[in-house]
């Protein structure tokens, strides 16, 4: 790898692409994209958080992406740019905001959707769904895209490549709050499923929760720490040399 950015060096690459590239290079992007929840689960806490960062900042770049696509095609709707509509905008922000800690709610007690013999009930949860998604990226759309747009827009300028990136900086930092409001609504359609590993170990099963150290895993009785009422330390051999049972959670 150091030939590789000794080489760029040479060539003149500018010094923070090289940066991006060596970070790129550091995480394995490879590795992370076919690594299974076993890899992860037995990953050092670093590459473990390296892993989250990555898929948390795709999940960031995609949404925005969606964001300035929006904002591209409705920044010159005028009939957008009046006191009704910020009116309307700030409504629906407190009503998504309201959604999210009602949805969040219904996720902590356990539920899920289940498809309902009943078309009628089928048809109003997904309405709702399509309403809490599509809702919050309408809304980020009027409140960050719109206005970024305008704010370079104002005089009829046509936009230069250096203002539309600004303002996908802008739209991708904000943006980033939409993995977090969309979390819930993954684990209420189960689209998220979380594997978990049980081990056998001296005739007792143990949930396999992280690595300690490079030698050592904490193991628990239940799949996480905060609900484990008891915890065991285990060597990498030991772990190493057991069967390990599958299991969904959410």
């Given at each position: 790898m150091n030939e590789i950015i000794k080489f760029l060096g040479t060539m003149g690459v500018p010094a923070i692409l090289i940066a991006i590239i060596t970070l790129i290079l550091k995480i394995k992007p490879i590795t992370f994209l076919?690594?299974?929840?076993?890899?992860?689960?037995?990953?050092?806490?670093?590459?473990?958080?390296?892993?989250?960062?990555?898929?948390?900042?795709?999940?960031?770049?995609?949404?925005?992406?969606?964001?300035?696509?929006?904002?591209?095609?409705?920044?010159?709707w005028n009939w957008l740019n009046n006191w009704i509509t910020d009116t309307l905008t700030i409504v629906m922000g407190i009503g998504l905001i309201i959604a999210f800690y009602w949805l969040q709610y219904i996720v902590d007690k356990k539920k899920r959707y289940v498809p309902n013999v009943d078309w009628k009930k089928n048809l109003i949860s997904l309405l709702y769904v399509s309403i809490y998604f599509f809702g919050w990226l309408i809304f980020f759309t009027l409140i960050i895209g719109v206005k970024a747009f305008l704010t370079y827009y104002e005089n009829?300028?046509?936009?230069?490549?250096?203002?539309?990136?600004?303002?996908?900086?802008?739209?991708?930092?904000?943006?980033?709050?939409?993995?977090?409001?969309?979390?819930?609504?993954?684990?209420?359609?189960?689209?998220?499923?979380?594997?978990?590993?049980?081990?056998?170990i001296e005739e007792k099963k143990w949930y396999l929760l992280y690595p300690i150290s490079k030698e050592e895993y904490m193991l628990g009785n239940k799949p996480s720490y905060i609900e484990s009422t008891q915890l065991k330390i285990t060597k990498k051999e030991e772990l190493f040399e057991s069967e390990f049972d599958v299991i969904d959670t959410l």
């Open positions: 076919t690594s299974n929840s076993l890899d992860r689960k037995l990953s050092s806490k670093e590459w473990s958080f390296s892993y989250l960062l990555t898929i948390f900042i795709a999940k960031s770049a995609f949404y925005s992406t969606i964001l300035m696509s929006l904002s591209l095609v409705s920044y010159k009829g300028d046509i936009l230069t490549l250096g203002q539309i990136g600004l303002i996908f900086i802008v739209t991708f930092i904000s943006s980033m709050i939409l993995p977090i409001v969309y979390k819930p609504l993954s684990v209420y359609l189960s689209i998220n499923k979380e594997k978990q590993f049980k081990v056998k």
